[in-house]
Structures are given as structure tokens and as C-alpha cells.
T-cell receptor
Framework: KQEVTQIPAALSVPEGENLVLNCSFTDSAIYNLQWFRQDPGKGLTSLLLIQSSQREQTSGRLNASLDKSSGRSTLYIAASQPGDSATYLCAVVLYNFNKFYFGSGTKLNVKP | NAGVTQTPKFQVLKTGQSMTLQCAQDMNHEYMSWYRQDPGMGLRLIHYSVGAGITDQGEVPNGYNVSRSTTEDFPLRLLSAAPSQTSVYFC??????????FGQGTRLTVV
């Protein structure tokens, strides 16, 4: 069974810092990996999707990397802002059946 | 651009009652799925569908039924609500190779 772990569970940083969120998974036979953002009481918003053949994806201040062989992904947030405060979730998909396995998330607080 | 629409947003049920959570998508996606989100447990897959007429069980299917008569709709039925089903429920859709889109969630309380 695929297990997805996110470290740290919570993170509090001052505005302007660069930060890294970690995601690890036990089964390297993944189809793709997706990072989501969830605001309190809201749904999930997709941030970045990395296909299994890719090593990284970038969108604005966000960069996600994928190392399938070691079962790891990182989400790098540059120059953090208070508006980045949210819970960040990573999810892996095995094969193409679109069954997502989620980590428990990292709750980020960026202080002004 | 509606995306994935879930109704209702909030619901309170008494133990033993039944209800249907609605999910509709307007992106012509093949894949749809239902998750529940509980504190400390993350999101767990309840049921999923890879196309109209095809459904399968996920990680926590007990107490829930689904059907997929059209590409657009994927309702989740609670047969006899129990307090253990108090949770936030999310519906998702995807084309398979692209990113997944999630609805805004249904907060269900069973008393």
C-alpha cells in the first residue's frame, strides 16, 4: 500500500524567507505527483503536476522536484508572503487509475 | 467555468438517515472520485470511476454507494448515516494525464 509522508507537519516563517516542504512516498511506481494548496474551510487548489518522467516543474515562485528512485518530492517556495499561508498537500497517483494517495499536509504560516 | 460542483456545502443528518452528495463536472473528464478528509488522517479515497458505467471501491468504501450514469455526474450515497461518517467530503475529476480538479467540499455532521 502506498504511504505518503509530509514533513514538517507545521512551519512558521517570517515573510521573505525561502522554504522547502518535503514529501516522501513508499512505492516508486507512480504515474504522477501533484502538489495542492488548501485554505481553511476550502477545497484543494492544484499548484503543480509532475509526470513520472519529469524531474521538476515551476510556476512563478513555486518549484517542485521529483526523485522517483528515492521516493521523494520537494516543493520550494521562494520569497514567501503572508498570502502563502495555507496547508500544502502532496498526492501521488499509481498507474493511470487516478487514485490519489495523499500526505497529511504541511500547515504553513508566513508572518508579516 | 464551473469546474467541479458539489452540493450541498453543509449537511446535518441524524443517525440512520440516508442522503446523496451530488458532484458534477463540466470538463468532460473520464475520471471522478470521492474522498473524505478527517483531522490527522489526510484525504482517503472512498470510491472512484474511470468512465460512465464503471465504478470501483477505494480505501474506505463501507457505508457508501456510487453510480456513474453520465460522464458529468458522480453522486455519493450514504445508506444509513453513522457518527463515524462525520467528515468533509471532496469530489475530484481528471482526464487522467492532467491535473485533478477538486470541488469545494461538503461538510457533513451525523448526530
Amino acid at each position: 500500500k502506498q504511504e505518503v509522508t509530509q514533513i514538517p507537519a507545521a512551519l512558521s516563517v517570517p515573510e521573505g524567507e525561502n522554504l522547502v516542504l518535503n514529501c516522501s512516498f513508499t512505492d516508486s511506481a507512480i504515474y504522477n505527483l501533484q502538489w495542492f494548496r488548501q485554505d481553511p474551510g476550502k477545497g484543494l487548489t492544484s499548484l503543480l503536476l509532475i509526470q513520472s518522467s519529469q524531474r521538476e516543474q515551476t510556476s512563478g515562485r513555486l518549484n517542485a522536484s521529483l526523485d522517483k528512485s528515492s521516493g521523494r518530492s520537494t516543493l520550494y517556495i521562494a520569497a514567501s508572503q503572508p498570502g502563502d499561508s495555507a496547508t500544502y498537500l502532496c498526492a501521488v497517483v499509481l498507474y493511470n487509475f487516478n487514485k490519489f494517495y495523499f500526505g497529511s499536509g504541511t500547515k504553513l504560516n508566513v508572518k508579516p | 467555468n464551473a469546474g467541479v460542483t458539489q452540493t450541498p456545502k453543509f449537511q446535518v443528518l441524524k443517525t440512520g438517515q440516508s442522503m446523496t452528495l451530488q458532484c458534477a463536472q463540466d470538463m468532460n473528464h473520464e475520471y471522478m472520485s470521492w474522498y473524505r478528509q478527517d483531522p490527522g488522517m489526510g484525504l482517503r479515497l472512498i470510491h472512484y470511476s474511470v468512465g460512465a458505467g464503471i465504478t470501483d471501491q477505494g480505501e474506505v468504501p463501507n457505508g457508501y454507494n456510487v453510480s456513474r450514469s453520465t460522464t458529468e455526474d458522480f453522486p455519493l450515497r450514504l445508506l444509513s448515516a453513522a457518527p463515524s461518517q462525520t467528515s468533509v467530503y471532496f469530489c475530484a475529476s481528471s482526464s487522467g494525464v492532467s491535473e485533478a480538479f477538486f470541488g469545494q467540499g461538503t461538510r457533513l455532521t451525523v448526530v
